[in-house]
């Protein structure tokens, strides 16, 4: 029987424990404050905001939402950066990824204070974490970790292969699975017989973004399957990096698209953010 790891369902209960943290800091004065940054109108990271928002405001978080137009020129979002970097009541800082093309999101990630990073993506962050003392992480591969965890699944000495290296999915989870004692690949566009590489992984993530290109021949059986991806097919249905009907079969367990990863996403970000907001009621004391 293959396990189906349920997103949805484990990020509802997590957030229903977060929800009496953030009661807890209230009384002590602190309310979590997070702010989203989105330039530009893409359709699709205007959706992922809305959902933060919602879950944002379902837990106390005061959430921000900063819209600006895709003229805005580097100068104004560094400065609007360097704004949020200074509010005492802004905990976290979100600046939506991509950017329009001619700002530089290299320096536009260098801009945020690396204690306001819930995104994980300022180069501190990324040295603490390859360094196994982990401050901020990445908030997709720190819910798929706690997506795994609530299934009491320990990856200590599994063969881990990750397909993708982008930094904000497949690097983080690479150095997430090192640090939790996993035997880590990193396969890519460019790696040799990516099927038979895929083929000896007892942990598949897939973070392509390449509408089911993860066959049932690339994959073990009874290999645990993580899929990152949020495409759309030919009929334009929402639709993983992994074929689901061929895979979840032979697999031992696989997170649907939607309903898997994204919404433990979401969930990492407001977990630390209130992580974050903590360490204002210590410095206050
Ligand atoms: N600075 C930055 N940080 C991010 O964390 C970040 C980003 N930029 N840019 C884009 C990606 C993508 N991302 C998702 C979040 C939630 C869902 C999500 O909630 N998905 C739901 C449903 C979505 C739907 O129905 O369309 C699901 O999978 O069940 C998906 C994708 C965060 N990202």
Not at 97 to 106: K, S, V, Y
Not at 165 to 180: C, E, Q, T, Y
Not at 214 to 236: C, F, H, L, S, Y
């Amino acid at each position: 029987m293959t396990t189906v790891l349920d997103g949805k369902q484990t990020a509802n209960d997590l957030m229903i424990a977060l929800k009496q943290t953030v009661d807890e800091l209230k009384t002590k004065g602190v309310t979590p404050g997070l702010a989203v940054i989105l330039v530009g109108e893409d359709p699709a990271s205007a959706i992922y905001v809305r959902n933060k928002h919602r879950r944002a405001d379902g837990l106390g978080i005061r959430s921000l939402q900063i819209s600006m137009p895709k003229t805005t020129t580097e100068t104004e979002l560094l400065n609007k950066i360097e704004e949020l970097n200074e509010d005492p009541t802004i905990d976290g800082i979100l600046v939506q990824l991509p950017l329009p093309a001619d700002i530089d999101e290299q320096k536009v990630i260098e801009a945020i204070d690396p204690n306001k990073d819930v995104d994980g993506f300022h180069p501190m962050n990324v040295g603490k974490l390859w360094t196994n003392m982990p401050q901020v992480v990445a908030s997709t591969p720190y819910g798929i970790m706690t997506l795994l965890d609530h299934y009491h699944i320990d990856v200590t000495g599994m063969n881990a292969v990750i397909v993708g290296r982008s930094n904000i999915v497949g690097r983080p989870m690479a150095a997430l699975l090192l640090n939790h004692s996993a035997t880590v690949t990193i396969a890519h566009s460019k790696t040799k017989d990516l099927a038979k590489v895929c083929a000896q992984a007892d942990l598949l993530v897939v973070a392509t973004g390449r509408a089911e290109m993860i066959t049932a021949d690339m994959v073990k059986p009874g290999a645990i399957v993580i899929d990152v991806g949020m495409d759309r097919n030919a009929e334009g249905k929402l639709v993983g990096d992994v074929n689901y009907a061929q895979v979840a079969p032979i697999a031992s367990a696989i997170t649907p698209v939607p309903g898997g990863v994204g919404p433990m996403t979401i969930a990492s970000l407001m977990l630390q953010t209130v992580e974050l907001a903590k360490r204002r009621v210590h410095a206050d004391a």
